[in-house]
C-alpha cells in the first residue's frame, strides 16, 4: 500500500467514524439539540477536520440518511438480481431489510423520524434512494403478478404494506430485546395468512 492510499484508507475510516458517532448522538437526541461540537468531540476529531468533510450539521445528518440508503438500496440489488424466482425475490428483499435494519438501528430510527420529510426538505439523494428501495419491490411483486404467481393485487399499495410490517417487526425487536423469526414470521403472513382453513377465508369473504 502506497502512502496516497494509506491516507485515502484513514480518511475513509475517519468519515465513516463521524458517520457512525453522529448517527448514535442524533437517533438519542433531537436534531436542533446537537452541536457539531458535541459531535466532534464524541468522534475524538478537531472541530476543523469534522467542517473538512461536512460543512454544517445539516449536511452531516442527511450524508447519514443518503449514505444509508444507498448501501442498503445497493444491496438488495445485488440480492435480487441474484435470485431466479420471485418468490426467492421476496424472501431476500425481506431478510436483508430486516437484517439491515436491526444492524444499523440508529440509522434505521432517524430514518423513521425523516421517511415522510425528506421530499419536503429537497434532499437530493435521500428521497430518489427511498423511492428506488421502495419501488424495486413493488416491480419484484408485479413481475409475480404478471406470471401468475402472485394474486391480482396492487403492487405499490403491497410494497408499502411489507415495509410497514419490515418496520413494525425491527421496533418491536429493538424496543423489546427479543430475538426472533421475524423474516419467516413476515413472509408465512405474506404468502400464506392467517386463517387456518379455507372454510375460514369463505366466511370472511361473505
Not at 448517527?23 to 461540537?37: A, G, K, L, P
Not at 450524508?63 to 438480481?81: F, H, K, Y
Not at 421530499?119 to 437530493?124: P, S
Request: aromatic share 8%; hydrophobic share 40%.
Amino acid at each position: 500500500m502506497t502512502c496516497a492510499e494509506g491516507e485515502y484508507c484513514d480518511k475513509k475510516a475517519e468519515r465513516e467514524k463521524i458517520l457512525e458517532t453522529s448517527s448514535v448522538i442524533f437517533c438519542q437526541r433531537n436534531y436542533h439539540e446537537v452541536t457539531m461540537d458535541e459531535i466532534a468531540a464524541t468522534a475524538g476529531v478537531a472541530k476543523g477536520t469534522l467542517y473538512n468533510y461536512f460543512a454544517s450539521k445539516e449536511e452531516l445528518y442527511f450524508a447519514i440518511i443518503r449514505e444509508g440508503l444507498t448501501s442498503l438500496a445497493d444491496t438488495l440489488e445485488q440480492e435480487v438480481g441474484e435470485e431466479q424466482s420471485v418468490i426467492g425475490k421476496v424472501r431476500r428483499i425481506v431478510k436483508r431489510l430486516l437484517k439491515f435494519f436491526y444492524k444499523h438501528r440508529y440509522f434505521f430510527a432517524i430514518l423513521q423520524k425523516e421517511e415522510g420529510q425528506l421530499k419536503n426538505k429537497n434532499q437530493i439523494g435521500c428521497e430518489e434512494k427511498w423511492c428506488q428501495i421502495r419501488h424495486l419491490l413493488k416491480n419484484v411483486l408485479q413481475q409475480g403478478i404478471n406470471e401468475g404467481v402472485f394474486r391480482q393485487v396492487p403492487a405499490a399499495a403491497t410494497a408499502d404494506m411489507i415495509m410497514g410490517m419490515v418496520r413494525s417487526l425491527v421496533q418491536r425487536r429493538i424496543a423489546e430485546k427479543v430475538s426472533c423469526q421475524e423474516a419467516n414470521l413476515l413472509l408465512g403472513v405474506l404468502f400464506h395468512g392467517v386463517l387456518e382453513t379455507v372454510e375460514d377465508e369463505i366466511k370472511l369473504g361473505a
